[in-house]
């Protein structure tokens, strides 16, 4: 099911016109270590949840500076990908904008290491762009490889709870 793990959180206090929802990778339900098809990708896009979708990205690399970028699964890149691993792919941002033109989803990186806990710095840096993306109204995405560990953190450090009041239940497909 895609987005694989998509969680509603809310803030305990605080004005704000938005939603915040974590989850996994595109394709993550499908396999942690395959490349993932563009058309799985569409699909998980499809999942998102209505209206005007700003998606924080917390790929960058796993276990480390030196580890396997968390892109590579992907036709797009990331912001932490050498040059090498660019080649002549698109950003998340420009892929997006091309297979899905009509969707307004705007695409921020705050690239992190999977298997690392996230400095307090780069959380308060993520807090505050959270908090300026819900006062815009917009639905806020926060994406890491599966949906846990480090959107967990992110959510502990924001004081955040799971709204399962606004949960919808799991399709019957």
């Known amino acids: ?3 694989y793990r998509l969680r509603r959180w809310k803030l305990a206090s605080g004005p704000h016109r938005g939603s915040i929802y974590t989850c996994g990778r595109p394709g993550r339900s499908k396999d942690k270590s395959k490349p993932v098809p563009d058309t799985f990708v569409d699909r998980w896009v499809y999942g998102l949840p209505p209206g005007s979708i700003a998606i924080l990205s917390l790929l960058g690399r796993k276990n480390g500076a030196s580890g396997e970028s ?9 912001g932490l990908d050498t040059p090498q691993e ?10 997006l904008s091309k ?15 999977d298997g ?10 993520i807090a505050d762009c959270v908090h300026s993306l819900l006062l ?4 806020v995405v ?20 799971e ?11």
């Not at 968390?70 to 990331?78: D, I, K, N, Q």
């Not at 690392?116 to 840096?125: F, G, K, R, Y």
């Not at 815009?136 to 639905?139: T, V």
């Not at 399962?164 to 019957?172: G, H, I, K, N, V």
């Open 136 to 139: 815009d109204g917009h639905s």
């Open 99 to 113: 297979r899905h033109p009509t969707k307004r989803i705007h695409v921020t990186e705050v690239p992190t290491y």
């Open 163 to 173: 709204d399962f009041a606004s949960q919808e239940p799991p399709s019957a497909a």
């Open 70 to 78: 968390e892109f590579s699964f992907y036709s797009f890149t990331g």
């Open 1 to 3: 099911m895609e987005p």
């Open 116 to 125: 690392v806990p996230i400095p307090s710095d780069s959380l308060a840096i």
């Open 86 to 95: 660019r080649a002549a792919r698109p950003t998340f941002q420009e892929w």
């Open 142 to 161: 926060i994406m890491d490889s599966g949906g846990e560990q480090r959107t967990g953190q992110v959510c502990k450090y924001m004081n955040l709870t």
